[in-house]
């Protein structure tokens, strides 16, 4: 079932029709907005490179936490910590129909195209 399509205006004051349901739902699962008619929306594949990096940190995380004991006791709690407040504050910014970039990571969702 489709989200309905809500109009917000943008920064610049214009109105600008954003797809936001599809836009949460790229922090939750990166890829499902990329399957569906949101795919050509500047503001879901905005959130969906969001959603791309927050997954790759991820995995950097479980990467991280193969270390026997530093990684098991005290780096993989603080990492998913950090990774798990990123993603609300991904799905608040998406919510609001904002455009921020996450702290830290953020910068690095550019580099992607698609």
Do not use: R
């Not at 959603?51 to 005290?74: R, T």
């Amino acid at each position: 079932m489709n989200e309905p399509q809500t109009s917000h205006p943008s920064a610049h004051g214009s109105p600008h029709t954003k797809n936001i349901g599809m836009a949460i739902v790229a922090y939750i699962l990166f890829f499902v907005p990329l399957l569906t008619d949101a795919k050509d929306d500047p503001f879901v594949k905005y959130h969906v490179k969001q959603g791309l990096i927050l997954f790759i940190g991820y995995l950097v995380a479980w990467a991280v936490g193969m270390i026997p004991f530093i990684g098991w006791f005290f780096l993989l709690p603080l990492l998913n910590l950090f990774l798990f407040i990123l993603l609300i504050v991904g799905i608040i910014n998406a919510a609001q129909g904002e455009q921020k970039p996450l702290p830290i990571i953020g910068k690095y969702a550019d580099g992607f195209k698609f």
